[in-house]
């Protein structure tokens, strides 16, 4: 039995009869130990590494706190935390529902005209004055009485007075119709100011207009207002008026004087 094996590898056999010097036949006898070297130093290089960090640890009783400066740490045994018993806290009461804010509905009622003219009566006026009742203050105005020998006369027969009378023996009329008609004709045609309404603001207006001779009305006064807003409302509405059919003395036109309360209400 050989102890040698003689067998020409494969190198051998594929370089046989050719150029060996060239430098690809000692390449590839060399590969085998080139590979060894190279897998030994990798291995070599790779423990190098993982162990340098281990090498360099510091201390366990020292911790690395900025740049290459270490601080001492001492490491005490504290004893441990007391038991604490948490207590819950007592339960909230429930909380009370609250009840749906009520709107409040504000609603427009037109103005009710309240007439305070005394009923025409055929017989001469024969006080000094009328005294006309508003709330709790009463407030006097002068009246004006006519005999036959009061009154200028002009043209053929007649009289004329500039001065407005409170009752005639023919009263003016609105559209066919009495005070009443007017009434109603004012109440369809007086706004509510809404800045008014927003603030609430209501109540009674008296108020004095004239029907003038010729049937145009004139002189609204507000005697008792309430709020600037109102009162100019009311003023607008009366002083819009159409032309009265105006009332008669004597059978000739004249000024007669009327005087209205009117209630704004939300």
């Given at each position: 039995?050989?102890?040698?094996?003689?067998?020409?590898?494969?190198?051998?056999?594929?370089?046989?009869?050719?150029?060996?010097?060239?430098?690809?036949?000692k390449?590839?006898?060399?590969?085998?130990?080139?590979?060894?070297?190279?897998?030994?130093?990798?291995?070599?290089?790779?423990?190098?590494?993982?162990?340098?960090?281990?090498?360099?640890?510091?201390?366990?009783?020292?911790?690395?706190?900025?740049?290459s400066r270490?601080?001492?740490?001492?490491?005490?045994?504290?004893?441990?935390?007391?038991?604490?018993?948490?207590?819950?806290?007592?339960?909230?009461?429930?909380?009370?529902?609250?009840?749906?804010?009520?709107?409040?509905?504000?609603?427009?009622?037109?103005?009710?005209?309240?007439?305070?003219?005394?009923?025409?009566?055929?017989?001469?006026?024969?006080?000094?004055?009328?005294?006309?009742?508003?709330?709790?203050?009463?407030?006097?105005?002068?009246?004006?009485?006519?005999?036959?020998?009061?009154?200028?006369?002009?043209?053929?027969?007649?009289?004329?007075?500039?001065?407005?009378?409170?009752?005639?023996?023919?009263?003016?009329?609105?559209?066919?119709g009495?005070?009443?008609?007017?009434?109603?004709?004012?109440?369809?045609?007086?706004?509510?100011?809404?800045?008014?309404?927003?603030?609430?603001?209501?109540?009674?207006i008296?108020?004095?207009?004239?029907?003038?001779?010729?049937?145009?009305?004139?002189?609204?006064?507000?005697?008792?207002?309430?709020?600037?807003?109102?009162?100019?409302?009311?003023?607008?509405?009366?002083?819009?008026?159409?032309?009265?059919?105006?009332?008669?003395?004597?059978?000739?036109?004249?000024?007669?004087?009327?005087?209205?309360?009117?209630?704004?209400?939300?």
């Amino acid at each position: 039995m050989a102890f040698f094996d003689d067998t020409p590898g494969f190198d051998e056999i594929v370089f046989a009869g050719r150029n060996r010097e060239y430098g690809a036949y000692k390449i590839r006898k060399r590969y085998f130990s080139a590979l060894l070297t190279g897998l030994i130093s990798a291995i070599l290089i790779a423990c190098i590494v993982v162990l340098i960090p281990f090498l360099h640890k510091p201390p366990k009783d020292k911790i690395l706190a900025g740049g290459s400066r270490y601080v001492s740490v001492m490491m005490d045994r504290l004893d441990a935390p007391a038991d604490q018993i948490y207590v819950p806290p007592p339960p909230a009461a429930p909380a009370r529902p609250v009840p749906k804010a009520v709107q409040e509905i504000v609603r427009y009622v037109a103005p009710e005209v309240i007439d305070t003219i005394i009923p025409s009566v055929q017989t001469p006026v024969s006080t000094d004055e009328l005294i006309v009742q508003s709330g709790e203050n009463t407030e006097e105005y002068e009246g004006f009485g006519f005999g036959d020998d009061i009154f200028d006369g002009y043209g053929t027969g007649g009289f004329y007075t500039d001065e407005p009378f409170f009752l005639v023996e023919v009263m003016p009329s609105f559209r066919g119709g009495d005070i009443n008609r007017f009434r109603e004709w004012v109440q369809k045609r007086t706004n509510y100011p809404q800045e008014a309404l927003e603030k609430k603001i209501q109540g009674r207006i008296f108020l004095t207009f004239i029907v003038e001779a010729d049937g145009g009305v004139s002189n609204v006064t507000v005697v008792k207002g309430i709020d600037p807003l109102i009162d100019d409302e009311a003023v607008r509405a009366i002083a819009a008026s159409p032309k009265w059919t105006p009332g008669l003395q004597r059978g000739q036109p004249v000024r007669v004087r009327y005087s209205l309360w009117l209630s704004f209400v939300i």
